[in-house]
C-alpha cells in the first residue's frame, strides 16, 4: 500500500486546496488512510526535522510526496536524503535566492496566522538544496502559466526526470484534481 504525503508551499497550510482536493479524491475511493499533509513549520530547520521524523522509518518503495510549491523543494531533499518518490507541483528551485523577498511578518493564506521570515532562512535552504540524482523517482508536473514561479527554471533543474510541461494555468495548478489518476498511478510505481 503506498503512502501519499502532501507538502505545502511557503504561507501555505494542510487545508490549501490541492492538499483538501487529494484528500477527498482518495477517501472516495476508500484510500483516506494511505494520506497524510502535515503543517510544514515556516523555519527551514524546523521543517527539515518534522520531514525527517515522517520519512525516517518509512518504506521508500511506498511512499511518495506530492510536493507543490516550496513543498516541492522539500520533496526533492526527501527523494535525495530517503530515496522516496516525488510528484513535483510547480516546485520553487533554490529558494534561498527567492525568499528575500518575502523577509519579514507575512500573513498565512490559509490559517491567517501571522509568521515571520527571518533573513538567515535564505543561508538555511541552501543546507537543504539537492540537485536531483534520482531521476526516475520524480515526476515534475509545470504549468507556463505559473505567475509565482518561472516553469524554466523547474524544466532545467529536472533534466533527465519525468516531465509533463502544461500550457497556461497558473501557481495553483489548474486542473490538479484531474491528474490525481496519474499521480496515483506514479506513487504506486507505473511507468511513464
Known sequence: MTHLVYLHGLLSSPAAGKARATADWLQQRGLASQFHAPALPTAPHACAALLRDLLAG???????LIGSSLGGF??????ETFGVRAVLLNPAVQPSRLVAAYTGEQ???????????????AQQLVDYERRPTRH?????????GDETLDYRHAVAWYAGCRQTVLEG???G???YRDWLPAILDFAHGAAA
Open 74 to 79: 522539500w520533496a526533492t531533499w526527501a527523494v
Open 173 to 175: 495548478f489548474t486542473g
Open 107 to 121: 500573513r498565512n493564506h490559509h490559517t491567517g496566522e501571522c509568521e515571520i521570515i527571518l533573513p538567515d532562512y
Open 58 to 64: 518509512c518504506d521508500a518503495q511506498a511512499t511518495c
Open 136 to 144: 526516475a523517482r520524480y515526476w515534475l508536473l509545470v504549468q507556463t
Open 169 to 171: 494555468g497558473d501557481h
